[in-house]
């Protein structure tokens, strides 16, 4: 049985408005938008861009979930929303009325840690909305992830509604254990023509595949209707490990037709697919093979007719798809190698006849079960296909399927090209990007393996993609890029970076070119170069020698497994105190940290405090005031940080 919980005497709604960058965000106002629901609030779950801030008032309360991007940043779905929030004529009783809660989702290791979150909190007091529970922040460095802060706060919020807005006599908040009717279903599309063959999405395999990289065997032409996306030509998906070395980093290449601005920093999103195999696990398990290959279409359902403006579907442009069947679908559309959330399992424990595999889905859902669920999907990283697989006895309605299935979301990638690379002689525009393909064995002895980067390895040059060209955080003025900078990238996290280097040589350049003769006033560049091996990990050594004789760059490497004691990029900066002291505090110059999100960013941080301490030798500061000035750094943009 499913309810509705618009049926019936309702006067009262909730909004959910979220910023997400990566889809975190969004699952959690998701997540939110059940409980008001159950609860017996008319629910919208929205984009913060789609709303306007003063029709805020009409719902008896707005949740707003918003991660943090970039330095300390709104991530763009939420942007507009938010600089409608800083019109200088706003008055201080614009959002009289308004009721609201907000959650922010966070990465400690970020000196800016939910500022997203905070800024945006600030500002809708300062406009005079009323917060109606105390805002709640989740770090991903939780030992838990996000639910470990979460599912406290949404308790406690839970508890909070029921009190504030008690639900009328004879009714009860709707259990858990029943599901609520989807929001959006898939139907056949009769008044379309029925392909006269299957329509799988095509990926053909090449005549013959090169010896050098035989896994680069796919050819693919994207025909998703994507929005605000590029066709992107694939010119290049070369390996720059060696074959037998552990970890395989592409270097590929895109180009587009027409000439495209972008600075260093910026990103490209690709939307995965999924192979061919995984769809047909998938319908094979949920006995959708009569309907597989017939076209079908996406409709609102039951739980939307009480909104006076239907929300956004989950899947947006999904009209524009040519010949769109299920198959086609799941293959484009559907995230099925996603670790599941908590809100999978109460999904999915309402399509199963067994009770002993419902009872043990329904325990994922509860609290105190949370370390069992951490154990059974996030530190195996089990996908929703395995799940399925070992719940054999679950069968969703083909009709369900967009409502139970996570969609897939775009994955960033910094690009690595800038300055003279922008460009090819026919005018076009070229994306570099250095991607390590995610590939890794679980606790549980099973292959992992990332749905982009597997997606991105396959595919051979000619392939065409739609790709979103994002701006990232780096963003930095020509003074600061002009200037002095230090830049700290080991491994993969080395893209932004040469990006950075290419686009000071190009203004070198262009500068040479307009004054012959002249000595660019270009500052110093400083590369820590960080990997394992220099014979596998050395990334772009060949254009670091070239741009040796466009600007002043010095590059410093540190290979932590070519030596008995391991060395970091951190303990180059205590190699030379005086190096980075003259940079970076006589010259004012800039720090630009990029790569993994762990242990490294803090470990740089607290080598720079040390240095700007012992630099000059002669104890100028004390340890406070070289972390004041650090603080300051991070305040006028000359230290940022840009890690995953």
């Known amino acids: 049985m499913s309810v509705n919980p618009a049926s019936g005497l309702q006067k009262r709604s909730a909004l959910v408005l979220y910023a997400s960058e990566t889809g975190n965000a969004q699952d959690v106002a998701e997540e939110l938008g059940d409980l008001a629901e159950r609860l017996h609030f008319v629910t919208q779950v929205s984009e913060m861009n789609n709303f306007k801030p003063e029709t805020l008032a009409s719902h008896t309360f707005t949740l707003f979930v918003a991660s943090t991007t970039g330095q300390g940043d709104i991530p763009g779905n939420g942007g507009g929303f938010w600089k409608s929030l800083l019109f200088k004529r706003l008055t201080s009783t614009f959002l009289e009325g308004v009721n609201f809660a907000s959650f922010g989702l966070g990465d400690s290791s970020y000196p800016k840690f939910n500022w997203a979150s905070?800024?945006?909190?600030?500002?809708?007091?300062?406009?005079?909305?009323?917060?109606?529970?105390p805002c709640g922040e989740a770090d991903q460095r939780h030992p838990e992830g996000l639910e470990g802060t979460f599912i406290p706060w949404v308790l406690s919020f839970r508890k909070h509604l029921l009190d504030r807005y008690p639900l009328p006599p004879g009714q009860d908040p709707i259990p858990d254990d029943v599901k609520l009717t989807p929001k959006w279903l898939l139907q056949s599309d009769g008044a379309a023509e029925t392909p006269s063959k299957p329509c799988i999405p095509e990926s053909k395999e090449p005549q013959t595949v090169p010896d050098e990289q035989p896994a680069v065997r796919r050819l693919d032409h994207d025909v998703r209707p994507l929005p605000d996306t590029l066709k992107a030509t694939l010119t290049k998906n070369k390996r720059v490990t060696p074959q037998k070395h552990w970890q395989d980093v592409r270097h590929i290449a895109l180009t587009v037709p027409k000439s495209l601005s972008y600075s260093p920093g910026d990103m490209i999103c690709v939307t995965p697919k999924n192979f061919d195999s995984d769809v047909?696990?998938?319908?094979?398990?949920?006995?959708?093979?009569?309907?597989?290959?017939?076209?079908?279409?996406?409709?609102?359902?039951?739980?939307?007719?009480?909104?006076?403006v239907l929300p956004s579907p989950p899947i947006a442009s999904l009209e524009g798809y040519p010949q769109l069947t299920l198959r086609a679908l799941i293959t484009d559309y559907l995230d099925v190698r996603a670790i599941p959330r908590r809100s999978f399992?109460?999904?999915?424990?309402?399509?199963?006849?067994?009770?002993?595999?419902?009872?043990?889905?329904?325990?994922?859902?509860?609290?105190?079960?949370?370390?069992?669920?951490?154990?059974?999907?996030?530190?195996?990283?089990?996908?929703?296909?395995e799940v399925l697989q070992e719940f054999h006895s679950v069968r969703v309605p083909w009709q369900h399927a967009v409502s139970v299935f996570p969609i897939f979301r775009g994955r960033q990638f910094s690009i690595a090209s800038g300055g003279p690379l922008k460009r090819l002689p026919d005018g076009s525009t070229q994306f570099e990007l250095l991607i390590a393909i995610v590939k890794?064995?679980?606790?549980?002895?099973?292959?992992?393996?990332?749905?982009?980067?597997?997606?991105?390895?396959?595919?051979?040059?000619?392939?065409?993609?739609?790709?979103?060209?994002?701006?990232?955080?780096?963003?930095?003025?020509?003074?600061?890029?002009?200037g002095p900078t230090v830049l700290v990238g080991p491994g993969t996290g080395i893209a932004p970076l040469r990006s950075m280097i290419w686009e000071k040589a190009g203004l070198v350049q262009?500068?040479?070119?307009?004054?012959?003769?002249?000595?660019?006033?270009?500052?110093?560049?400083?590369?820590?170069?960080?990997?394992?091996?220099?014979?596998?990990?050395?990334?772009?050594?060949?254009?670091?020698?070239?741009?040796?004789?466009?600007?002043?760059?010095?590059?410093?490497?540190?290979?932590?497994?070519?030596?008995?004691?391991?060395?970091?990029?951190?303990?180059?900066?205590?190699?030379?105190?005086?190096?980075?002291?003259n940079l970076l505090r006589d010259r004012n110059g800039s720090v630009y940290i990029c790569g993994s999100s762990g242990r490294m960013p803090q470990a740089i941080r607290e080598a720079l405090i040390e240095a700007f301490e012992h630099g000059k030798g002669t104890g100028e500061w004390d340890r406070q005031?070289?972390?004041?000035?650090?603080?300051?750094?991070?305040?006028?943009?000359?230290?940022?940080?840009?890690?995953?």
């Not at 067994?354 to 990283?381: A, G, N, S």
Request: net charge neutral.
């Open 510 to 581: 262009a500068y040479r070119q307009k004054y012959p003769g002249v000595q660019p006033p270009i500052g110093p560049t400083i590369l820590l170069y960080g990997g394992r091996n220099r014979t596998a990990d050395y990334f772009f050594e060949e254009d670091w020698e070239k741009l040796k004789d466009e600007i002043d760059l010095t590059v410093i490497t540190a290979f932590s497994r070519d030596q008995r004691q391991k060395v970091y990029v951190q303990d180059l900066v205590r190699e030379d105190f005086g190096l980075f002291y």
């Open 345 to 385: 399992f109460s999904a999915i424990a309402h399509y199963t006849p067994d009770e002993t595999h419902k009872e043990r889905l329904l325990e994922f859902i509860v609290p105190e079960y949370l370390d069992e669920f951490w154990d059974y999907t996030t530190r195996p990283k089990r996908s929703i296909l």
């Open 625 to 644: 005031a070289a972390e004041e000035y650090l603080l300051g750094m991070e305040r006028s943009g000359r230290y940022k940080q840009e890690t995953w």
């Open 440 to 482: 890794y064995q679980t606790v549980i002895k099973r292959i992992r393996e990332g749905v982009c980067t597997r997606y991105l390895s396959v595919l051979r040059p000619g392939s065409t993609l739609r790709v979103q060209l994002q701006r990232g955080g780096l963003h930095s003025s020509i003074p600061q890029l002009t």
């Open 280 to 308: 047909q696990h998938l319908i094979e398990m949920m006995g959708w093979k009569e309907q597989a290959d017939k076209l079908v279409t996406l409709i609102p359902g039951e739980s939307l007719q009480a909104l006076d």
């Open 118 to 133: 905070r800024k945006l909190h600030k500002r809708l007091i300062q406009l005079g909305a009323n917060e109606m529970y």
